[in-house]
């Protein structure tokens, strides 16, 4: 009996123990969200990173005023309608989860479209063409299914007690009111009622300029259930594989944390495919960032909030959830607390100075001073197409004796339509002659850049 006693207590223990864990779980799993209806720049500044609309711009490879007549009003509608509203009970189902999950699978799925030929049998003056409305297709068909996806899991009541219809005349956003959103009881069907909601998404008359055939393609790329179908259409792919793909990768986030989900801003996640990550030519980073994990959410930094009243009210437990800005330090913290006055720099400097050299002994060189950037004045988009023209194998591509950089037909094409990857490298004023095979000439300043990628990859 003496010894069975220690055992029985441990039990005892465990058995309390897990209870108090259940009832802690249980007590953080909000029952019922609290809000008000924000504008887009609001949620914006809450939940997204400030380089995301930049990445965004880069991706798309147009025009400044395109961008903010073509992809900046679908974001924006994306947070009209769901507002701050989580996704799903199962990912992103903090306050903002929709939103975030919706851009950052658009983005992916942007970037996605640049190694992908939507018409195979199209000319390359078709293909240029086309490709630009293929991209703007993606993302609109991705942000479509991310609303969808939120409008079948939620229920929201407004302040007047009525039950807010997502197939209702005006977004969220544009009724200017409190609301409380829980889960469904019984989760709608996104492929039944998807035909019905999505007319509030999309504006009258948005896609008439489209042919039958993009609309067709476009119409079946909207895919909330993320199926695969025996028809599916390149479109269709990228839609669904950038929804999963971001849907796993949060999904894997969330499940190293313990306890209660805050709203927190986005990360990047770099483009994929079936063998693997590949080198992105529009994130930097992306090469150094492929044999480590993507950053935690807690780790990225966060924009700050444009109003006092940013916090999230979860009923029944009291608590709130405001975006995650603690975990990043200020501009002005880490500069002081990496950088000292100049008097203080020099005496530090004069205190560690070595003792004088004794004659007929060589004296310690001087310290090598860095190299100037060599990628200053041309775009990052050019140069880290270069980088990433290096890391393959391109043989239409040498260094000429006198420095410059030819670049053939065959590897003009790498990453894009010739005639874009052209036009790129002669807006960033690169070109130095255009051959009539189809080669391009670029200056040394790009040929040094070429190399230098060529020789870090050894």
């Known amino acids: 009996m003496t010894e069975e006693a220690p055992q029985l207590s441990f039990e ?46 880069t991706a798309c490879a147009i025009q400044r005023d395109s961008f903010l007549t073509q992809y900046v009003p679908m974001a924006e509608r994306l947070a009209m309608c769901v507002q701050n509203l989580p996704l799903s009970p199962s990912v992103c189902s903090q306050p903002g989860g929709a939103l975030q999950f919706g851009l950052q699978a658009g983005l992916l799925a942007v970037r996605s479209c640049d190694a992908v030929i939507f018409a195979p049998k199209a000319t390359a003056q078709e293909r240029q063409r086309d490709d630009p409305l293929y991209r ?93 179908s025996g028809t599916e259409s390149p479109l269709a792919k990228v839609v669904r594989m950038s929804l999963s793909r971001v849907l796993e990768f949060l999904r894997e986030q969330e499940s ?18 079936a063998n693997g990550p590949v080198h992105d030519p529009l994130r930097p980073e992306s090469y150094s960032a492929h044999a480590t994990a993507p950053a935690s959410p807690a780790t990225a930094s966060a924009p700050a909030p444009s109003s006092p009243a940013a916090t999230q009210s979860t009923g029944g437990t009291g608590s709130s959830t405001t975006p995650a800005t603690a ?81 053939g037909r065959k590897a003009l094409g790498f990453g894009a339509l010739p005639a874009a990857n052209y036009t790129a490298l002669y807006e960033a004023k690169c070109v130095v002659e255009k051959l009539p095979d189809g080669s391009a000439i670029c200056n040394a300043k790009l040929a040094a850049i070429y190399q230098q990628a060529k020789a870090s990859k050894k």
């Open 12 to 57: 005892k223990f465990a058995i309390a123990a897990i209870f108090r864990l259940r009832r802690h779980f249980w007590c953080v799993q909000p029952v019922r969200m609290h809000s008000h209806t924000k504008t887009p720049q609001i949620l914006f500044a809450e939940l997204i990173g400030r380089s995301h609309f930049s990445d965004l711009l």
């Open 256 to 273: 190293q944390v313990i306890g209660g989900k805050a709203a927190s801003v986005m990360v990047d996640i770099p483009v994929a495919v």
């Open 327 to 407: 975990g990043a330090a200020s501009p002005k913290a880490a500069t002081s607390a990496t950088t000292s006055s100049p008097a203080a720099n020099q005496v530090t400097a004069n205190s560690s100075l070595p003792s004088p050299v004794p004659s007929g002994q060589p004296e310690t060189p001087p310290p090598t001073v860095a190299a100037p950037d060599i990628t200053q004045g041309i775009s990052i988009k050019v140069v880290e197409w270069v980088r990433a023209l290096a890391f393959g194998s391109h043989p239409d591509v040498e260094v000429l004796e006198g420095g410059n950089l030819k670049i």
């Open 136 to 228: 703007w297709c993606a993302y609109c068909a991705t942000l479509a299914s991310a609303y969808l996806m939120c409008a079948g899991a939620v229920e929201v009541t407004l302040a007047d007690g009525h039950r807010h219809s997502f197939a209702g005349r005006f977004t969220l956003g544009e009724l200017n009111t409190k609301f409380s959103a829980k889960w469904r009881d019984e989760p709608a069907l996104p492929q039944q009622s998807g035909l019905i909601y999505v007319q509030t998404f999309f504006y009258p008359g948005q896609f008439s300029h489209l042919s039958p055939a993009l609309l067709n393609q476009l119409g079946a790329a909207i895919n909330p259930a993320m199926v695969m």
